[in-house]
């Protein structure tokens, strides 16, 4: 290895008197043809748009007077604690705080075969 190899990887070129890249075209107004174009602003924004707050009336599914009172102390809950994404146990306090309790014996899950559930 020479000594001319091994000071050229020790230091660094920071010289940028070469030129203003100012002064260069904008790499971004480039008209590069692309596949799919998803730069449109307009269409993207009107697919995409996420509801913020639970609105049962543009739901698919009518929502019992239960349901709508749960979703909207899940809503608080979430706004109040900046929690978007609550634990289970949280929810499970939002549940309390509404006044539900275990009364009954559990029973089958909808929708599942029966399986035994641990601690009952």
Known sequence: MSS???LSSDFVVTD???GDRRQQMDRR???IPVAVERRAGVERREKGE???QVDPTTCEKDYSDEEIVFM????QYKRSNRRPFPTWSEVLEVLHSLGYRKTEEATVLPGLPVIPILGD
């Open 50 to 52: 996420r509801r913020r």
């Open 72 to 75: 909207k102390a899940m809503e």
């Open 4 to 6: 001319e190899s091994a």
């Open 29 to 31: 107004k480039r008209n």
């Open 16 to 18: 940028r008197r070469g």
